[in-house]
């Protein structure tokens, strides 16, 4: 059964700094990976969709890439602002989806 | 972009109440939408996988009496929680796609329930 973790599970980080978050995943065999936003009490919010022949998707201050091969992802946020405090949550797609652990992270301004 | 609606946000009822669930393709057709639980301060976990037309499939350890899916329209999904209890109180999310698992999966803003 596809495993998915996400690390590290909380992230405090000043204003303006470059952070990067990690997920990695158990079997290769995917369709795609996706990256999510989740504020509290709220629904997903999609960031970026990586297809299992790309190597990385960028929108934005965000760019996240992928290594099928590894079973690694990583989600990489430039200049960080307050308002990017949330969770982050990976998700891959096989047969069906499979959601990380998430990682909580926090922006002080 | 593809729109996910879902209703009710926040449901607060008693024990013994049965509690149902929308959740909408405002601007397309999604002939499979997907049914989460998530608990505080944890990820999502798949429920069921809604199909149009057919029954839905469950995941193992998710009562399917419990939780009645009904996937009436390729845009509408509804999910029935029956005679709930304390420990069904929870946060539920759908997502569907306009291609199914291997594209881009839209979710709905979920529905915090709460069994008193």
């Known amino acids: 059964k596809q495993e998915v973790t996400q690390i590290p599970a909380a992230l405090s980080v000043p204003e303006g700094e470059n952070l990067v978050l990690n997920c990695s995943f158990t079997d290769s065999a995917i369709y795609n990976l996706q990256w999510f936003r989740q504020d509290p009490g709220k629904g997903l919010t999609s960031l970026l969709l990586?297809?299992?022949?790309?190597r990385e998707q960028t929108s934005g201050r965000l760019n996240a890439s992928l290594d099928k091969s590894s079973g690694r992802s990583t989600l990489y946020i430039a200049a960080s602002q307050p308002g990017d405090s949330a969770t982050y949550l990976c998700a891959v797609s096989g047969n069906q989806f499979y959601f990380g652990t998430g990682t909580s992270l926090t922006v002080i301004p | 972009g593809a729109v996910v609606s879902q209703h009710p946000s926040w449901v607060i009822c008693k024990s013994g109440t049965s509690v149902k669930i929308e959740c909408r393709s405002l601007?397309?057709?999604?002939?499979?939408m997907f049914w989460y639980r998530q608990f505080p301060k944890q990820s999502l976990m798949l429920m069921a996988t809604?199909?149009?037309?057919?029954?839905?499939?469950?995941e193992q350890g998710v009562e399917k009496d419990k939780f009645l899916i009904n996937h009436a329209s390729l845009t509408l999904s509804t999910l029935t929680v029956t005679s709930a209890h304390p420990e069904d109180s929870s946060f539920y999310i759908c997502?569907?796609?306009?291609?199914?698992?291997?594209?881009?999966?839209?979710f709905g803003d979920g529905t915090r329930l709460s069994i008193l």
């Open positions: 997502s569907a796609g306009s291609q199914g698992i291997n594209q881009p999966q839209h």
């Open positions: 601007d397309f057709q999604a002939t499979t």
């Open positions: 809604s199909n149009e037309g057919s029954k839905a499939t469950y």
């Open positions: 990586i297809q299992s022949s790309q």
